[in-house]
């Protein structure tokens, strides 16, 4: 059983560079989210889609775009990356927004020199 | 507005002891509150959640919380801890408040399980 599946796995980036995380879910879910976690603040909400054809920022969009492709793929663009967003991005989803358990992807390592 | 404290960010317990860990939460309305674990290199699973059934909340792997609105916490405890326990647990919480529910994750507590 698939879940969330996220890729790349690992990925370096120069500054300025850009490049899209792609995120898809075979749950039949409404709601997709992207994170970014890093040590010591937890998990961070950068976007989310609370239904196909909808995104919305979250706590920390600066420098993110998203798409909501269809209902299964949620993708997320760093247009011209900065060393500030190396971190762990997780892609997620849920039945409905908020307050319904989620379901994450194994995340992607970026690194930006 | 809601936030989560997890007390302790990494907490160290021997193989077959109990395990504590705390999360208090704030909230304006009636919570809905999760435990998470997140295995190394690995993205979060849900441990257990309460949503207002049952104020003590059984979840996978052994791990129970218990609800206690008076002292606003949500510990997440295991009578005997295992090797495989060793990982990263996050407390969450959000409402059903109607409009964008907002999830607020707590910092997360690495927990250490010593042979």
């Known amino acids: 059983n698939a879940g969330v599946t996220q890729t790349p796995k690992f990925q370096v980036l120069k500054t300025g560079q850009s490049m899209t995380l792609q995120c898809a879910q075979d749950?039949?879910?409404?709601?997709m989210y992207w994170y970014r976690q890093d040590p010591g603040m937890g998990l961070r909400l950068i976007y989310y889609?609370?239904?196909?054809?909808?995104?919305d920022k979250g706590e920390v969009p600066n420098g993110y775009n998203v798409s909501r492709l269809n209902k299964r793929e949620f993708s997320l663009r760093l247009e011209s990356a900065a060393p500030s967003q190396t971190s762990v991005y997780f892609c997620?989803?849920?039945?409905?927004?908020?307050?319904?358990?989620?379901?994450f992807g194994q995340g992607t390592r970026l690194t930006v020199v | 507005a809601q936030s989560v404290t997890q007390l302790g960010s990494h907490v160290s317990v021997s193989e077959g002891a109990l395990v504590l860990l705390r999360c208090n939460y704030s909230?304006?309305?009636?919570?809905?509150l999760f435990w998470y674990v997140q295995y190394p290199n690995q993205g979060l699973q849900l441990l257990l959640k309460y949503t207002s059934a049952a104020t003590l909340v059984k979840g996978i792997n052994g791990f129970e919380a218990e609800f206690k609105k008076s002292e606003t916490s949500f510990h997440l405890t295991k009578p005997s801890a295992h090797m495989s326990d060793a990982a990263e647990y996050f407390c969450a919480v959000t409402s059903d408040s109607g409009g964008y529910q907002k999830v607020t994750f707590g910092i997360g507590t690495k927990l250490q399980v010593i042979p």
């Open positions: 997620a989803s849920s039945v409905k927004q908020g307050t319904t358990e989620a379901f």
């Open positions: 889609s609370a239904s196909e054809g909808t995104t």
């Open positions: 749950m039949n879910h409404n709601s």
């Open positions: 909230s304006s309305v009636p919570p809905y």
